[in-house]
């Protein structure tokens, strides 16, 4: 007969538990090799120069890529605010690769990201990872302008932001006079809207002095405002020798003066009006090619004349004069090395800076990998919960260390309970088999002695019966037997009257009640958790929100900065609570339950044990015939002549 279901909740739970721990490990170990432990996330970037509508046509020299970044392809939660965690590492994971950041907005999930490459081939993809998730990344190694370029990039103007419109990111701080105002939400961030008056002057410089037949290179991004007459669009050089991109009606060619008489190239294809593109003018030893687009537009079979002067992009020089006026136009990503360019290299550039279909499918930003050197993003959150706790305030800490004591409480109490029923279970399930012997004769044992119902007559070992007394069946079974030995002992009546059995009910009854007792000692401690938790994290939290709104209203800082830290860290408290109250709610279910089929078989112990109690020793005077009718049988009572001896 079956009391009690085994439970097996505990090895369950520690199976679970088991597997998730390795299911971590797995991820961990499964992420390859990492460039450093301390970044904990990462994302691989893909160029791919033989991409589906890219066509390069051959390699590239070294140069400078373009990833753009927002919500759709970068975890910014996972990175600092600012962006100074980033890092490029290239395929080896090894080597890092220069970079900088043009602009880093972690509010508007937007970032300009430039990155150094070595030259690619004609159809190999290059790979290169983009490392961030360092809370504490250090100073070196960061975004640097000055070391992405070589030193033949003679100016680089991003126009990134208002401030710094015209600050040249390469070490030579070529600085531009202002011209125009910001435009927002140009090709790249912010470019610069000129006015048509005048263009971007770059004043004359040591570095950008050109001798006859030098080799350069200038690039930039326009989109004109208006196609009509005659606009310079760039121009370089003084009044004895010049050399400047032109452009009649919106088509573009070359213009090359010496002694005032001006050299040009043929036309092309004009500029499209309002329309973003890409404009690139390569000198090379006698030759002079004009690029629109990435493609080859025109050329003149002219070497350079030598330059000096200032160097301006959308208008005449200063004082030069000549004929055409300054273009109107927006202009971004102005370029000037000293080299020149191959077709491959200003297509690359074309491409990959514009924000054509094409560009997505040249470089491809891959997925989220949290998992290397044995980092995730779980451990990453986790982490977080280290700044909170040290921006708490002292009353919060009152409230996490009332949540702590009765978690230690509770689970002290957990732990100890689980051990005790068990030890119940296994001493219950030894006492089921010795019973179901018994229980067919009650009589088998000498009641009147005491120590042969305590051993079941010798027949239980000593270890079996160690186990066995610690059953509350075994006890209520003791409880029965004492209280049949003490109404028939020597000199007392062989059998039990219906008011006898009646009392022998009342005392199991009483010791199922001391039992249950006994099994509920400590759950009150896992109630006071369930109930008082989460009302303490929730003092702490609420005091803590005050406070922080008083120190708001007293120092007037009211930056997200200033308010964030201490939310967050007043909510830890209610967090603790919810640790506190949670488990402490599924642990108290799981004993109640155990606890409650532990009360049913008792009850129905109690049930069997009084039946065969009456079955076995009937009221003195009487016994039980069987007697025989028509039909069947029936039982019939009457005094007896002799008397039964137990």
């Not at 890529?65 to 100074?84: I, K, P, T």
């Not at 030894?430 to 009589?443: R, V």
């Not at 049913?600 to 039946?611: K, N």
């Amino acid at each position: 007969m079956h009391y009690f279901r085994s439970p097996r909740a505990s090895g369950n739970c520690a199976a679970l538990a088991i597997a998730v721990f390795v299911a971590l490990v797995s991820s961990a170990s499964a992420a390859g090799p990492w460039w450093d432990k301390a970044w904990t996330s990462r994302q691989q970037v893909t160029i791919n120069p033989a991409a589906e509508g890219v066509a390069l046509g051959g390699g590239t020299q070294e140069a400078v890529v373009l990833v753009r970044l927002h919500s759709g392809n970068f975890q910014f939660a996972s990175a600092m605010e600012d962006g100074s965690d980033l890092r490029v590492v290239s395929t080896d994971h090894k080597t890092p690769l220069p970079f900088h950041l043009e602009k880093y907005d972690g509010l508007l999930n937007e970032a300009f990201l430039w990155v150094k490459i070595p030259p690619l081939k004609p159809d190999a993809p290059f790979d290169f990872w983009v490392y961030y998730g360092n809370l504490q990344p250090p100073a070196e190694g960061g975004s640097d302008p000055g070391a992405t370029y070589d030193g033949k990039t003679l100016a680089v103007f991003h126009f990134g932001t208002r401030n710094t419109a015209t600050k040249d990111a390469t070490k030579n701080a070529n600085a531009a006079e202002l011209s125009g105002v910001a435009a927002e939400g140009s090709l790249i961030g912010t470019g610069l809207r000129l006015d048509g008056i005048k263009g971007l002057v770059i004043p004359a410089k040591e570095t950008l002095l050109w001798p006859a037949n030098a080799l350069f290179t200038l690039s930039f991004w326009t989109k004109p405002t208006a196609v009509t007459g005659k606009q310079i669009l760039a121009q370089f050089g003084d009044a004895g020798a010049s050399l400047r991109i032109v452009a009649e009606n919106g088509v573009p060619f070359i213009e090359v003066t010496r002694d005032g008489a001006p050299v040009r190239s043929e036309g092309g294809t004009p500029l499209v009006e309002g329309a973003w593109q890409h404009l690139a003018l390569v000198a090379e030893e006698g030759l002079l090619t004009l690029y629109v687009k990435g493609e080859k537009h025109s050329s003149l079979a002219e070497p350079s004349p030598a330059l000096a002067g200032a160097f301006v992009v959308g208008g005449p020089v200063p004082d030069l004069g000549g004929d055409g006026t300054a273009f109107n136009a927006e202009i971004d990503e102005v370029m000037l090395t000293a080299s020149a360019s191959d077709a491959a290299t200003i297509k690359l550039a074309s491409v990959n800076q514009g924000a054509s279909e094409a560009a997505g499918r040249l470089l491809v930003l891959g997925e989220l990998d949290g998992g290397g050197g044995g980092h995730n993003a779980t451990l990453e959150h986790v982490a977080l919960f280290g700044d909170i706790a040290r921006n708490m305030m002292f009353d919060g800490w009152i409230s996490v260390g009332v949540c702590v004591l009765m978690m230690i409480f509770g689970w002290t109490v957990a732990v100890q309970k689980v051990a005790y029923l068990n030890s119940i279970q296994k001493g219950s399930e030894a006492f089921i088999k010795q019973w179901q012997h018994l229980s067919s004769d009650l009589t088998a044992l000498d009641h009147v002695d005491g120590d042969s119902v305590k051993n079941f007559g010798g027949k239980v070992d000593p270890k079996t019966l160690r186990n066995i007394r610690r059953s509350p069946l075994y006890h209520l079974y003791h409880l029965g037997s004492e209280e049949i030995r003490n109404r028939i002992g020597a000199g007392k009546a062989p059998g039990l009257s219906a008011r006898s059995i009646q009392a022998i009910r009342s005392s199991l009854d009483s010791g199922l009640v001391r039992e249950n007792q006994r099994m509920s000692n400590g759950l009150i401690f896992l109630t006071i958790s369930i109930a008082g938790g989460p009302y303490v994290g929730l003092l702490g939290t609420v005091v803590g929100v005050m406070i922080t709104f008083a120190l708001i209203a007293k120092t007037g800082e009211v930056e997200v900065n200033s308010i964030a830290p201490g939310i967050a860290s007043a909510l830890l408290a209610t967090v603790f609570g919810l640790l506190v109250a949670i488990p402490a709610l599924f642990i108290y279910s799981y004993l109640n339950s155990r606890i409650k089929e532990l009360m049913a078989s008792m009850h129905t112990f109690i049930d069997e044990f009084i039946a065969k109690m009456a079955e076995f020793y009937p009221e003195a005077g009487h016994v039980t015939k069987v007697v025989a009718t028509q039909g069947g049988s029936k039982q019939e009572h009457k005094p007896a002549t002799q008397t039964r001896t137990p």
